[in-house]
């Protein structure tokens, strides 16, 4: 059973950075596509980055320039780097992991941006 757990989010100010880390059981991450996502209430979940296993990224058009997504295959753990957070970018944060045959879904970290 494949577990992913997010961790690192939490209340910040606009302006500030947080630097969230996905964790997995075993090494997952190697050879599938890694993305973090992000829902607020009553809105659908929606893409914030992804990784692919040769290492090339896909961004949000609203993170670009600000959010960075990077994988440590040693560590079994893929990360992103959020830079320059607007009270837009709160929300719950999930990682998922896009296999051949599942996709694999983290309990999900909370961002707050408020001042």
């Known amino acids: 059973q494949v577990q992913l757990v997010e961790s690192g989010g939490g209340l910040v100010q606009p302006g500030g950075s947080l630097r969230l880390s996905c964790a997995a059981s075993?090494?997952?991450?190697?050879?599938?596509?890694v993305g973090w996502y992000r829902q607020t209430p009553g809105k659908q979940r929606e893409l914030v980055a992804t990784?692919?296993?040769?290492?090339?990224?896909n961004y949000a058009d609203s993170v670009k320039g600000r959010f960075t997504i990077s994988r440590d295959n040693l560590k079994n753990a893929v990360y992103l780097q959020m830079n320059s957070l607007k009270p837009d970018d709160t929300a719950v944060y999930y990682c998922?992991?896009?296999?051949?045959?599942?996709?694999?879904w983290g309990q999900g970290t909370q961002v707050t941006v408020s001042s």
């Open positions: 075993g090494s997952i991450f190697v050879t599938n596509v």
């Open positions: 990784i692919s296993s040769y290492g090339s990224t």
């Open positions: 998922r992991v896009t296999t051949i045959s599942n996709i694999y």
